[in-house]
């Protein structure tokens, strides 16, 4: 099953960055990559993020709401770029994930309740807690 990871490397020296980090704290550079590890590897150029917090509530419980759209290197099909979408949305119960290269070809598509995904997912523990329902 897809196990989501998010990591953002500094795109000139690879220095691992949080995300919060606007500038690279090795080399001052502003470009940023985001990885995310979802059963192949995608290394996403020009990415959108949008998150939507509920600040009532508990801070591992806060975020509601998490999209991630871009462009990436698919290893799938090498030298070929694809799009990727995913959101995960916790007042739906919802979790989408859709990879299709520019031909329209889909690459990857997962589209279920989102705590059918994280039940049938493996138990491996992960520092990321965007996609864990509440
Ligand atoms: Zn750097």
Known sequence: ???????????????????????????????R???ITAREEL???TSERLKIKDSQLPSN?????????????SEITP?????????IDKNHDS???HVEDYDGTVLHHCEEPLSEHYGHGSAKKTSDNSHKPD
């Open 1 to 31: 099953m897809t196990e989501i990871v998010c990591k953002i490397t500094c795109n000139k020296c690879g220095h691992e960055l949080q995300e919060k980090e606007r500038v690279c704290p090795n080399c001052g550079s502003k470009k």
């Open 33 to 35: 990559t985001m990885h």
């Open 43 to 45: 290394h996403i150029a």
């Open 61 to 73: 419980k806060k975020l509601r709401f998490d999209l991630i759209q871009g462009s990436v290197k």
């Open 79 to 87: 030298n070929k770029r694809a799009k990727i979408k995913r959101v």
């Open 95 to 97: 979790y989408y994930e």
